[in-house]
């Protein structure tokens, strides 16, 4: 839920946009000009449970955004919207459960004569539309702020297992975390297991500790009581 996602990160003080949240009982009261006077031009849009881009649309005038929102709440009954953030878009695996480590930061960089941004198209259909850079290429001490703050996000959000936080860069060198996704791709070529390769962690050993740390989990679930009795 990327409502719920960003209170819980505004609220442990890492950045992230501006952004509104309306439910579908308000559909009718949502207006371009108000949303665009706090959030600015262009916007976001998006339903705010449900990945890969689907949904989303980048909008810069008021047609555009009526037919945005609409779009949204076709998936979910409780949209967000964005302000629009600058900068490249650096993405960080997270592995673990309750002391989480961090891999290598990779770039998306995305092919602005296809796309206006990373869309479910540039994704999933479009070749051209994207390239990853991975390991990316950033100071280290940006790096390593990349690294830290992505490990902040999970343990904030209360993730075990695996995630993958994305992030924006700014020119200024400022971090802002874009979202986090706790169902990351998996295939061979996707950027969550290239970026643990990237650091040192080959598939196989990647999918071996994902299978050590659920069972961690499960066999810790296991000892929890799940009905009352007289204390032990």
């Not at 952004?19 to 579908?24: E, Q, R, V």
């Not at 980048?58 to 953030?85: C, G, H, M, N, W």
């Not at 990349?146 to 971090?175: I, N, P, S, W």
């Not at 996704?181 to 994902?210: D, H, V």
Request: glycine share 6%; aromatic share 8%.
């Amino acid at each position: 839920d990327k409502d719920v996602m960003k209170r819980l990160l505004r609220d442990a003080s890492i950045p992230i946009a501006d952004f509104l949240t309306f439910s579908s009982h308000q559909k009718q009261s949502i207006r371009f000009k108000a949303v665009a006077g706090t959030l600015g031009i262009p916007l976001f849009v998006k339903p705010a449970n449900l990945g890969s881009s689907v949904g989303i649309s980048k909008v810069r005038t008021a047609a555009a955004f009526s037919k945005a929102v609409e779009t949204a709440f076709l998936y979910d009954r409780k949209i967000i919207i964005e302000e629009s953030i600058v900068g490249r878009e650096i993405e960080c695996s997270v592995l673990g459960n309750e002391r989480p480590v961090a891999s290598v930061p990779g770039e998306v960089v995305s092919n602005p004569e296809h796309h206006d941004f990373y869309s479910y198209e540039a994704k999933y259909i479009d070749e051209k539309g994207a390239t990853l850079v991975i390991p990316a290429r950033l100071p280290g001490e940006i790096t390593a702020a990349v690294r830290k703050m992505a490990v902040r996000a999970y343990t904030t959000l209360c993730c075990e297992g695996m995630a993958r936080v994305d992030f924006f860069l700014k020119t200024d060198g400022t971090l802002v975390v874009n979202e986090i996704n706790t169902i990351p791709g998996f295939t061979a070529i996707s950027m969550y297991p290239k970026l643990w390769e990237a650091t040192g962690k080959p598939y196989s050993q990647l999918i071996t500790e994902l299978i050590e740390l659920a069972i961690r989990r499960f066999e810790e679930e296991n000892r929890l009581r799940t009905t009352v009795g007289e204390d032990v």
